[in-house]
């Protein structure tokens, strides 16, 4: 169904026949454009940018370009076309048709999902507030806020689903996901990672790669859920998130690829030498890599989660490609296989119902997914004639979440002494200096088709626009 931009909320999901969900959602919408005011990208909501908006649903053609000011982008409502006839791929219920409504015995574990994935999307907004006014480029510029303004269409995606079928609990979660803030002591965001500050550029592309990428696959196995709506709504969010991930990838590129250029210019790998010419030495980049990566494996939960089982069982949440990539989609009787501490600096075998490991099975592919962008940087390196390789560290490291809660480790995954562990963070995460230093290189380029120092030009432009387009007008 066409996206029907005439609306006060731009949908194609028919709200002008439901006047009471209408009423609602245009209830809120005035409470999700203060917070937007407040929270979002600070200082430029004069400015015109160059931003893509949704106009359907197809894989081909499904947005348009132009400038754009940010307050005035058109959020809305925009569920993928309903595959006829689909079935539940997997868990108990499978093969049965799937469900319009959401089941009342399931109600409060979809709800918790749902709002899990919907708090994440403007804390993301949040985490990133402050960022517009070090940008490296025009380029860069309005790719952030191309990925805020679609965080915040992903928040309305899950405020629709809240309201269209929670009724009254529904209602009060989306205020409250406009309520909980990134970083906030007494109300903060309900994940680890989206509370941590980002204010660097190397961080928001570190988070662009690796969180975004968590979105990739919750998103993904989201879209296997039984609850059509959950299903529809999510695949075509995924439709969006790809160029999130995209500006992660290739953001760490064009670092990797001037840091390589100067290591050149310069003869050496010198770590001062090259900080005296304002780039970011590799292992710098590594210890951010390390930071970020380990943070978002922990946004898989639990090893063995008992939600994890049921959320399987009950056909709320599948696995990424449940279809193509898995015979079994029942797994009452398989098992699975993990390492985990044995409390006394060893390690136990464990074999577990494969349902209660659904987090490590998306933990794992989720890792898969992340060696691709490492062997591209890699590459570079390697080209270029330099030993140094950029390596994922183990996912036993620096962990919060699971079976590995504060085991020290070492990046290699190898148990250690704590005092060893703390003596040798500073090797293996961003210290206060690193930070220091990034934030010094943090400097604002605004002339159209111009980088900051530390960054390489992209390989093109936008929607095949030249580098030096102006990007964001800034007012
Ligand atoms: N921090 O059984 P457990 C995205 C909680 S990113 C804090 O181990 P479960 C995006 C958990 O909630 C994708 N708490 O795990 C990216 C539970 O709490 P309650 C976001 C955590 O329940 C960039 C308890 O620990 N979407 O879209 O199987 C920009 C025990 O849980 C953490 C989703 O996550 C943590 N890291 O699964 C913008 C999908 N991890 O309920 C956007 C929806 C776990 O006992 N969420 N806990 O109080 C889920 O599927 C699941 O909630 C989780 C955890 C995968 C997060």
């Known amino acids: 169904m066409a996206i029907d931009y005439s609306e006060k909320i731009p949908n194609n999901v028919n709200l002008s026949n439901d006047r009471t969900l209408q009423r609602a959602l245009e209830h809120w919408q005035p409470h999700f454009l203060d917070w937007w005011r407040e929270m979002g990208p600070h200082d430029f909501a004069s400015a015109d940018v160059y931003l893509r908006t949704a106009t359907g649903v197809d894989a081909q053609g499904w947005a348009t370009y132009g400038a754009v000011k940010m307050p005035d982008y058109r959020w809305g409502i925009f569920l993928a076309d309903a595959i006829p006839e689909r079935k539940i791929g997997f868990g108990d219920s499978f093969g049965e048709p799937v469900w319009q409504q959401v089941p009342g015995e399931f109600r409060s574990q979809f709800r918790r999902l749902i709002v899990t994935q919907g708090d994440t999307e403007p804390a993301s907004v949040e985490q990133q507030h402050l960022l517009g006014h070090t940008c490296p480029s025009l380029y860069d510029l309005r ?3 191309q990925v805020n303004v679609e965080e915040g269409r992903h928040l309305w995606a899950m405020v629709y689903l809240l309201h269209a079928h929670f009724g009254r609990d529904g209602r009060e979660e989306a205020e409250e996901l406009l309520a909980r803030h990134s970083g906030d002591a007494d109300k903060p965001r309900i ?13 928001f592309f570190c988070f662009t790669y690796f969180t975004d990428r968590d979105g990739k696959f919750q998103l993904k196995s989201l879209a296997e859920s039984s609850f059509d709506p959950l299903a529809r709504t999510c695949r075509f969010m995924l439709t969006e998130e790809a160029h999130h991930m995209f500006v992660g990838e290739t953001g760490i590129g064009r670092v990797v690829r001037r840091t390589l250029e100067v290591m050149k210019e310069l003869g050496t790998d010198d770590v001062q030498a090259l900080r005296g010419q304002g780039v ?3 292992p710098l980049l590594q210890r951010y890599l390390n930071f970020w990566f380990s943070s978002s494996l922990d946004l898989f939960g639990s090893e063995v989660s008992s939600n994890a089982a ?3 069982a009950n056909g709320i949440k599948g696995r990424p490609d449940e279809t193509t990539q898995y015979q079994d989609h029942v797994c009452t009787d398989a098992t699975y296989e993990l390492e985990t501490p044995d409390g006394k600096g060893g390690l136990q075998k464990e074999t577990v119902g494969l349902r209660n490991a659904m987090n490590e099975v998306l933990r794992e592919a989720y890792v898969r997914d992340c060696e691709i962008g490492l062997k591209r940087w890699n590459m570079q390196i390697q080209k270029a004639g330099h030993d140094f390789r950029l390596k994922l560290p183990s996912t036993r490291f620096r962990r919060s979440i699971g079976a590995w809660t504060n085991v020290p480790t070492d990046p290699e995954g190898r ?3 704590r005092e060893e562990y703390e003596r040798r963070l500073p090797e293996w995460l961003p210290t206060p200096a690193d930070r220091t230093y990034v934030t010094s290189l943090m400097q604002r ?3 159209p088709g111009k980088m900051a120092g530390w960054i390489a030009p992209p390989d093109r432009g936008i929607n095949n626009l030249a580098l030096d387009y102006e990007y964001v007008r800034l007012a």
Do not use: M
């Open 143 to 145: 790719n952030l806020f």
């Open 445 to 447: 380029v605004t002339t």
């Open 191 to 203: 994940l680890g990672t989206f509370n941590e500050p980002i204010s660097d550029w190397l961080s």
């Open 280 to 282: 970011v030495d590799l």
């Open 415 to 417: 148990i250690i002494a």
């Open 310 to 312: 049921s959320s399987f």
